[in-house]
């Protein structure tokens, strides 16, 4: 099982500041299989980001994605208040899928 | 407007079974790899099963393994999520969500979920 290791765990951060999240794999994963998810409290998960750096539907341009083999970082450029929540990266390139633990960025 | 709604969650006793439901709109859960993903309370995501959008492949995780069974019913358009010999630590918010190969195979739509508490 591939295990993804995120962190910072917590970022405190203020609105207008950059945001960057990081996501270790114990293993290669292919970039095509790496995507990112925010959630909100008492909220699904939401699609930001799949194939390591390619936007979902809707997501706003402040948010990009990249890296390969075993590291990959989810940059916020400005953060806006809406922002603020927990996000996961997940792959699913190799059985079973799995997700790491999360990095939650709240207002400083 | 493309959506799933779970249903089915509770409180159950320990060794008792569940069967929780995912209604599907605007969406076919016969065209598409349908997963269930469970989050206990406070802590990640963890990936339960996946049914193929073709039925002929099914995984389930290893803490699973043997006492959840994933299926569809297409005439109503709806995934499930039979669950047995629950146990304290499957105590969680269940949510299904669809695995769409136009993003990479990435979970794009994800239900509301539903709540399954595990006590005595």
């Known amino acids: 099982e591939i295990v993804l290791t995120q962190a910072p765990g917590t970022l405190s951060l203020s609105p207008g500041e950059r945001a960057t999240l990081s996501c270790r794999a114990s293993q290669s994963v292919s970039r095509t299989y790496l995507a990112w998810y925010q959630q909100k409290p008492g909220q699904a998960p939401r699609l930001l980001i799949y194939g390591a750096s390619s936007r979902a539907t809707g997501i706003p341009d402040r948010f990009s994605g990249s890296g390969s083999g075993t590291d990959f970082t989810l940059t916020i450029s400005r953060l806006e208040p809406e922002d603020f929540a927990v996000y996961y990266c997940q792959q699913y390139g190799i059985s079973p899928r799995t997700f790491g633990q999360g990095t939650k960025v709240e207002i400083k | 407007q493309v959506q799933l709604v779970e249903s089915g969650g509770g409180v159950v006793q320990p060794g008792r079974s569940l069967r929780l439901s995912c209604a599907a709109s605007e969406l076919t859960v016969s065209s598409y790899s349908m997963h269930w993903v469970r989050q206990a309370p406070g802590k990640g995501l963890e990936w339960v099963a996946t049914m193929s959008y073709d039925g002929s492949n099914i995984y389930y995780a290893d803490s699973v393994k043997g006492r959840f069974t994933i299926s569809r019913d297409n005439s109503k358009n709806t995934l499930y999520l039979q669950m047995s010999s629950l146990r304290g630590e499957d105590t969680a918010v269940y949510y299904c969500?669809?695995?769409?190969?136009?993003?990479?195979?990435?979970?794009?739509?994800w239900g509301q979920g539903t709540t399954v508490t595990v006590s005595s």
């Open positions: 969500a669809r695995e769409n190969p136009d993003k990479d195979y990435a979970m794009d739509v």
